[in-house]
């Protein structure tokens, strides 16, 4: 559950005011209502909030109605609301996002636990923003590890009929399929999947240093912000630390430490953020819950989860769908070959 930010004994950031003017149109009896200077956030997740504490920051990218806003100790977020809440989240109303491609990169913004102020006049506040902060938990029941393999192939075969596989998507196609795979028309599935079989085969032995190995050939593979084989190696371990913590796949912490070593300084500065949030069970909500609903969930609710999953970005959601399906079912084999 979130929590509210108590405004008492906070610093107010210089122009984050909320209001909201009326203007008076030339024509008489006709008003015009100006969009508030400071749309309140609807949500700022725990490791975000932690960052923005520090008076100053500057824009490190703006790219599809999204600013990467880079602090002292990493970077957070400010994204539309239909994006989903996560860790580095801070959710805004889409229309407040418009024009942030006119904020130049490196260009200063101010910041306190009250809010955020840009240079082109946008300011968000946060004052009463609930904190996203998951325990990682799953709510429902865990079900059987047979229940959670037809679950795997259920959300294996949607992904496949309804995701966007230009990235590492056919990867679904090629490995666990059960049947001969169709030759794979993506060059980064092509050049991913002998290192993805060598990854997994080292995950399911628990062996940290083929792990990292494996992970040196991948991350940084395909292009982007958070280039397609990022996005799974995200879903893997987001997979394997919420997994583990409900009682699958048992002590998995030195594999994902080791996958999480071999992506440091391998790829671009979001997309490692990223991947670091995910070794410690942490991403997107869409992500986490299809994870659960994998686990715990009945097929229309994995089919839903999955659904909303892969409308992440472009091709992120599918790519990060692909490594929550291989990362649970390489988690899970052990126990599905002695049950």
Do not use: W
Not at 105 to 110: C, H, T
Not at 113 to 122: E, H, M, S, T, V
Not at 185 to 194: C, Q, T
């Amino acid at each position: 559950m979130g929590r509210e930010i108590n405004r008492a004994n906070k610093k107010t950031v210089d122009r984050i005011i909320a209001t909201e003017a009326t203007l008076v149109d030339m024509k008489p009896a006709r008003k015009v209502v100006a969009r508030p200077l400071s749309p309140a956030a609807f949500s700022i997740g725990r490791q975000a909030y932690e960052r923005i504490q520090k008076s100053h920051g500057s824009i490190h990218s703006c790219y599809r109605g999204a600013i990467n806003v880079q602090t002292e100790t990493g970077l957070v977020c400010v994204v539309p609301r239909e994006a989903g809440r996560g860790p580095l989240n801070i959710n805004i109303d889409a229309g407040a996002l418009t024009g942030a491609g006119n904020l130049a990169s490196g260009s200063p913004v101010a910041m306190s636990a009250q809010g955020l102020a840009f240079q082109n006049g946008l300011c968000v506040s946060l004052s009463n923003v609930e904190v996203y902060e998951p325990t990682g938990r799953f709510e429902g029941a865990l079900l059987r590890p047979r229940a959670i393999e037809r679950n795997i192939t259920l959300a294996r075969r949607t992904a496949l009929l309804m995701g966007h596989l230009e990235g590492v998507g056919e990867l679904l196609e090629a490995i666990g399929g059960g049947r001969e795979a169709a030759p794979l028309r993506s060059p980064f599935s092509l050049a991913a999947l002998p290192h993805v079989k060598s990854l997994l085969r080292a995950i399911r032995a628990r062996n940290v240093v083929a792990a990292e190995e494996a992970t040196k050939e991948l991350v940084g593979l395909g292009i982007g912000l958070t280039p397609s084989a990022d996005d799974m190696l995200s879903g893997i371990m987001v997979s394997l630390v919420l997994g583990s913590l409900n009682g699958i796949g048992g002590d998995i912490g030195g594999v994902v430490s080791g996958i999480g070593r071999a992506c440091r300084g391998r790829t671009s500065a979001l997309s490692q953020e990223f991947l670091f949030q995910a070794a410690s069970g942490r991403a997107n909500e869409r992500v986490t819950c299809l994870v659960e609903r994998i686990c715990t969930g009945g097929a229309g609710e994995v089919r839903d989860a999955v659904l909303d999953a892969v409308k992440i970005g472009e091709t992120s959601g599918t790519d990060m769908v692909v490594g929550v399906i291989l990362g649970v079912k390489a988690a899970l084999e052990p126990e599905v070959a002695g049950a």
